[in-house]
């Protein structure tokens, strides 16, 4: 079966740090192109950033410098590194397998998990 299990969440003041971790089941994460996802309240959801297989990267524009995504194949698990966080970042985070442009979802949303920036 396969799943994407997202976690690391939390509450963060502005500027602070979280990891968020997206440990796959029933498939080899690195064989596909894999993408980090969030929507906040009232908001659509939307492509923050994806590594590919041969490790290439995407950033959008609004996490561009503070955002890194890495990939460990022993743990198959990606992971999404989340520096100097602003209130606007405030969202529920999912992975999902994706294609280059983060427009077609070819896995099934998870639960997400919740990440707060505030003061």
């Known amino acids: 079966q396969v799943q994407l299990v997202e976690s690391g969440g939390g509450l963060v003041q502005p500027g602070g740090s979280l990891r968020l971790s997206c440990t796959a089941s029933?498939?080899?994460?690195?064989?596909?192109?894999i993408g980090w996802f969030r929507q906040a309240p009232g908001k659509e959801r939307e492509g923050v950033s994806y590594?590919?297989?041969?490790?290439?990267?995407y950033y959008d524009d609004s996490v561009k410098g503070r955002f890194t995504i890495s990939r460990d194949n022993a743990n198959n698990t990606v992971y999404l590194q989340m520096n100097s966080l602003k209130p606007e970042d405030t969202a529920v985070y999912y992975c999902a397998r994706t294609d280059l442009r983060m427009t077609t979802i070819l896995s099934s949303w998870g639960q997400g998990t919740q990440v707060t920036v505030s003061s």
């Open positions: 029933g498939f080899t994460l690195s064989y596909y192109v």
């Open positions: 590594i590919d297989r041969s490790r290439r990267t």
